[in-house]
């Protein structure tokens, strides 16, 4: 079973600046990678998928990038709306896990 | 508008059975795998099974295998979720979700449903 591996667990990111988030996979998984975003009490949301495909309504700040087993999300100007938990997820093969998380928090 | 409705939170005693449901709308219900994901309280997102309602194939995670029970009911677009027999561990947030076109990509997820298992 492939493992997910998100780092780091906390980032600490002002309002305006850059957030960088990384996932590898512990095989490789393609292109077939997908990030969500959730807020507390909330369900999570689909963000980017096939590494690097914003979904509908995704706004353009962020961004997916990476193949194989090496992956990042980029949030390029972080919002207030924009903190929150982000997981990636490999979906190449069942079962398809998700890592364990990054949480975005106010800096 | 897609949309997967959940049943209402649930309190049950650890031993007791619980069948939780989803009911989808807005597409076609027959055509779109739906899949159960459980969220430990404070913990991540993690895949328990997925059914496809059209023929009722089901896939489940290794560690979820023979611990529940997933199936759907196509005349009324629901799927379920059931335990025969629940412990404390059981304790979480499960949400159903609909599998996209693009192999296991989560495209819509319901409302969650809380289950809690106390003594």
């Known amino acids: 079973e492939i493992v997910m591996t998100q780092s780091p667990a906390t980032l600490s990111v002002s309002p305006g600046e850059r957030a960088t988030l990384s996932c590898r996979a512990s095989?490789?998984?393609?292109?077939?990678l997908a990030w969500y975003q959730q807020k507390p009490g909330q369900a999570p949301r689909l963000l980017i998928y096939?590494?690097?495909t914003r979904a509908t309504g995704i706004p353009a700040r962020f961004s997916g990038s990476g193949s194989g087993t090496e992956f990042t999300l980029t949030i390029s100007s972080l919002q207030s709306e924009d903190f929150a938990v982000y997981y990636c997820?490999?979906?190449?093969?069942?079962?398809?896990?998700f890592g364990q998380g990054t949480k975005v928090e106010i800096k | 508008e897609v949309q997967l409705v959940q049943s209402g939170a649930e309190v049950k005693k650890p031993g007791e059975s619980l069948k939780i449901s989803c009911k989808g709308s807005?597409?076609?219900?027959?055509?779109?795998?739906i899949g159960w994901v459980r969220q430990m309280p404070g913990k991540g997102l993690e895949w328990m099974g997925i059914?496809?309602?059209?023929?009722?194939?089901?896939r489940y995670s290794p560690s979820f295998q023979g611990q529940v029970t997933i199936s759907a009911d196509k005349s009324i677009s629901t799927a379920y979720l059931q335990w025969s027999s629940l412990k404390a561990s059981d304790t979480a947030m499960y949400y159903c979700?609909?599998?996209?076109?693009?192999?296991?990509?989560?495209?819509?997820w319901g409302q969650g449903t809380l289950v809690t298992v106390s003594s």
């Open positions: 096939g590494a690097s």
């Open positions: 997820q490999q979906y190449n093969n069942w079962p398809p896990p």
């Open positions: 059914i496809y309602p059209g023929d009722s194939d089901t």
């Open positions: 095989q490789s998984v393609s292109s077939n």
């Open positions: 979700v609909r599998r996209s076109t693009y192999s296991y990509v989560v495209d819509y």
């Open positions: 807005g597409y076609s219900f027959t055509s779109y795998w």
